[in-house]
């Protein structure tokens, strides 16, 4: 198993669109856009999922029913169902950063739909078709429900903090947990194991992680997404000889963030089973763009 190209929707490598991953768990896409003030979505709401992004360079701009809030590199945010909001890449250059929704809800259709449609009735069937929905006459989800972290030890809960090791919890919902793990050379990580239930990811932004699986070893180097879906056996550490950084998602939570704090003993983590688990070519291991 080796990454792979992702399937590029539309732009070219310096300005577009790329879809990641589409999971039932996960829908992402990676973005470079250049900036734009009224040019983004309306605002609009998700009955169902959530929204997640992550800013790789750049600025964006998140306005929601009570305000704005802007984000720049090396920050998640986090959008809860219901919450009313739209996005705009703001600042004076241009922007990359992943696009995520949990679950996908058939976000991946919905992305290739855009930008193939070729009327105005070709886009709102494709709109219709996905839960993205306008301003709600009734009472929305509270915009403070809306999280906003900076990556890189800067914000969120730390979980561990000690030479060579670091654990921050950055998104803590029930859509979706975002922990960075910050690893030292030769850290050792998680042994091989299964989820039942959820998925697990991880975007490697620097050094390299060694990932098991059942029939082997994957080195994932910074610029690369990993995901497992339920039922495929895997592990990680930090083989190399530098230091290693990346988030790591799991999609629904299962209660990850208090099995972190050590307060969820029957979190969705079980031992490989005998017959070897899923197969892993269903895991996701693509490279950004």
């Not at 169902?48 to 984000?71: S, V």
């Not at 099995?259 to 490989?272: A, I, S």
Request: aromatic share 8%; proline share 8%.
């Amino acid at each position: 198993m080796q990454p792979v190209e992702a399937e590029h929707i539309a732009g070219d490598d310096d300005l577009g669109v790329t879809l990641l991953a589409d999971l039932e768990q996960i829908g992402i896409v990676e973005v470079r856009s250049p900036p734009y003030c009224d040019a983004g979505p309306p605002l609009h709401a998700h009955a169902k999922h959530a929204e997640a992004f992550f800013i790789f360079d750049g600025e964006l701009t998140f306005r929601l029913e009570d305000g704005e809030h802007r984000a720049e590199r090396e920050t998640w945010v986090f959008v809860p169902p219901e919450v009313v909001h739209t996005f705009a890449v703001t600042g004076d250059s241009p922007a990359r950063f992943l696009d995520i929704h949990v679950p996908s809800s058939g976000f991946g259709d919905f992305a290739r739909g855009l930008h193939a449609a070729r009327s105005e009735d070709e886009l709102e069937a494709v709109r219709a078709a996905f839960d993205q929905h306008p301003i709600p006459e009734y009472s929305s989800a509270d915009p403070e429900l809306l999280v906003l972290r900076r990556a890189d030890g800067a914000d969120g809960e730390t979980i561990t903090d000690r030479p060579g090791r670091r654990a921050t919890l950055l998104v803590d919902a029930e859509e979706l947990t975002v922990t960075e793990f910050f690893y030292g050379s030769g850290e050792r990580g998680a042994k091989p194991h299964v989820h039942h239930h959820h998925a697990d990811g991880f975007l490697v932004v620097e050094g390299e992680f060694m990932f098991a699986f059942r029939d082997g070893s994957l080195p994932v180097p910074a610029g690369t997404l990993v995901l497992f879906p339920p039922g495929v056996v895997h592990g990680f550490d930090n083989d190399s000889t530098a230091n290693a950084r990346c988030f790591n998602l799991h999609m629904p939570s299962s209660g990850f963030g208090n099995y972190l704090r050590g307060r969820n003993p029957d979190f969705d983590q079980h031992d490989p089973p005998a017959d070897g688990g899923a197969d892993p070519a269903s895991v996701i291991a693509v490279r950004l763009r």
